[in-house]
């Protein structure tokens, strides 16, 4: 899954950007749209990533039918817990590490997911400065992916980073399999 996110992008600049990633990636990847529902519709994005204070889940599953994936961020257990009463189909838990892109956030760690996972039936996908090994204790932790910016696009390499990040999911994945 690719998310496209942009805030600082002007409107007409974002919808352009929204609608060249779904042109580039065609049917490789389902693309969502961060927190803008309109664009999501008009691009035909497979759906929408809303923040925890962002559009209402039930309006952006009026607006893009049973078809579309829907997330909402989280960043408590409280945030999770409204995030599946709302119906979203899956959970973006973080900041879990400290991380440039959310500068004066603290990281949560492995705690808030801990709870998170024995309290929520949503799949959740871990964020906030995922690197491999931090995505193999996320994933080992009970999250069921993890999302990344830094991790590949500050490499040097993006393709090796990307690589290495799913290697280490795997690795945990595989360590699990009875």
Do not use: C
């Not at 899954?1 to 049917?27: C, K, W, Y």
């Not at 889940?57 to 409204?82: E, F, M, Q, T």
């Amino acid at each position: 899954m690719i998310q496209v996110q942009a805030p600082e992008v002007e409107r007409t600049d974002f919808f352009n950007l929204a609608a060249e990633v779904i042109e580039t990636i065609g049917e490789d990847a389902l693309v969502v749209i961060n927190d803008r529902v309109d664009v999501a519709l008009a691009v035909d994005a497979g759906g929408v990533q809303l923040g925890e204070r962002g559009p209402a889940v039930k309006a952006a599953r009026r607006v893009g039918g049973d078809d579309w994936l829907i997330g909402r961020s989280a960043h408590s257990l409280a945030g999770a817990k409204k995030a599946e009463m709302d119906l979203a189909d899956y959970l973006l838990l973080g900041t879990l590490y400290d991380t440039a892109s959310h500068p004066g956030q603290s990281g949560v760690a492995i705690d808030l997911l801990n709870e998170v996972v024995a309290s929520v039936q949503l799949p959740i996908i871990g964020i906030g400065s995922i690197n491999p090994e931090r995505a193999g204790a996320v994933v080992s932790a009970g999250a069921r992916g993890v999302a990344v910016i830094g991790a590949i696009l500050g490499s040097d390499d993006p393709e090796r980073a990307a690589a290495n990040l799913r290697m280490a999911i795997e690795k945990v994945v595989s360590d699990h399999v009875p």
